[in-house]
T-cell receptor, first 110, second 112 residues
């Protein structure tokens, strides 16, 4: 079962930062936070993951609170192509299953 | 490089007919393999996962079954389809110790 809670939908103006929140209050010490996104009618795509430190890659930044009970995915300059459903997942780094919740549907508005 | 093949892309089947969806992975060995279903407007539901040949774990009771006859082949089957089996089916793979799961392009199944 998904162990995360996300808002069902969000809008963001093109060129602005998109901040997508995720609550994972029951996260265990060995569980990482992963983010994926799914563009309509395609398979999900990995974005980023982290344990307790903030992470940044070419796609996004991940901010994890000190108590690890929540996190925020940041798309620094949203484009129309970032319109997608974004999933926040928690799982052990060596775990087998990936449980997706219902995610946040992000719409980037021109 | 690793690739995942899933077919067919779309499928329309009558109620009560059998189903066989196939997924193959290239460029990696001993992957973890997954089948997911996404009903219209819903999230991704994990149906089955496999850590090796012949090893299948079912996540939810249902009208479907999975098999892994070869290391990089994962098959989703049904003997008799129900209307509720309609949805978008996705195959995925991952490797132990690496963070990412890689998804196929999916099969959109419509049971009529």
């Amino acid at each position: 079962d998904a162990k995360t809670t996300q808002p069902p939908s969000m809008d963001c103006a093109e060129g602005r930062a998109a901040n997508l929140p995720c609550n994972h209050s029951t996260i265990s010490g060995n569980e990482y936070v992963y983010w994926y996104r799914q563009i309509h009618s395609q398979g999900p795509q990995y974005i980023i993951h982290g344990l307790k430190n903030n992470e940044t890659n070419e796609m996004a930044s991940l901010i994890i609170t000190e108590d690890r009970k929540s996190s925020t995915l940041i798309l620094p300059h949203a484009t129309l192509r970032d319109t997608a459903v974004y999933y926040c997942i928690v799982r052990p780094h060596t775990g087998n299953q990936f449980y997706f919740g219902t995610g946040t549907s992000l719409t980037v508005i021109p | 490089s690793q690739t995942i093949h899933q077919w067919p892309a779309t499928l329309v089947q009558p109620v009560g007919s059998p189903l066989s969806l196939e997924c193959t992975v290239e460029g990696t060995s001993n992957p973890n393999l997954y089948w997911y279903r996404q009903a219209a407007g819903r999230g991704l539901q994990l149906l089955f996962y496999s850590v090796g040949i012949g090893q299948i774990s079912s996540e939810v009771p249902q009208n479907l079954s999975a098999s892994r006859p070869q290391d990089r082949q994962f098959i989703l089957s049904s003997k008799k389809l129900l209307l509720s089996d309609s949805g978008f089916y996705l195959c995925a793979w991952s490797v132990e110790g690496f963070p990412e799961a890689f998804f196929g392009q999916g099969t959109r199944l419509t049971v009529v």
